[in-house]
């Protein structure tokens, strides 16, 4: 039964967090000071403006944030698991709890994160979100789509053996 509805919101669920992890999540730069931040799942990093290209930025500092990677890599694969557990429905929804949990664990480290960074640089520049901040939202809603479409199959199960 792997042609379900559900099952296609489960592996959008990998793709948005395969890409997340790919994707940068945060980043804030003041080209009148030279300074430029970024965060993506696997660092926390603090560039400098070289002085004799303006385009081009050097590395000055790097602080490792790998758990997010750990956390969107655990969701694809708890997704993963999920979609190969279609004979146990209530795995699955127990599954897709979990993945809840752990989405909102990944945009709250993340938002964390951000939030540390930008009180830790104090530049009146405000930063901006990336793409790898907004996936997981959208595995989300991935997510509680494909719980809905669980729920429904389970009550449509239960449904007929109460005819019987």
């Known amino acids: 039964m792997l042609q379900r509805v559900q099952t296609l919101f489960l592996l959008s669920i990998i793709v948005c967090m395969a890409m997340a992890i790919v994707f940068p999540i945060w980043e804030k730069a003041n080209t009148q000071d030279g300074l430029k931040f970024t965060l993506d799942a696997f660092y ?96 989300m809603i991935f997510n509680s789509l494909a719980n809905r479409f669980i729920k429904k199959d389970e009550n449509l199960v239960r449904s007929v053996d109460r005819i019987r």
């Open 44 to 139: 926390w990093q603090e560039f400098q403006q070289d002085k004799t290209a303006s385009d081009s930025w050097e590395l000055t500092n790097s602080k490792p944030s790998f758990y997010l990677a750990g956390i969107a890599g655990l969701v694809c694969l708890v997704a993963l698991y999920s979609i190969f557990q279609f004979k146990k429905r209530i795995t699955q929804i127990k599954l897709g709890a979990l993945n809840a949990f752990l989405l909102m664990a990944f945009i709250a480290t993340a938002t964390y994160l951000i939030y540390k960074g930008e009180n830790e640089i104090g530049m009146d520049v405000r930063g901006a979100f990336k793409p790898g901040y907004f996936l997981p939202l959208g595995a």
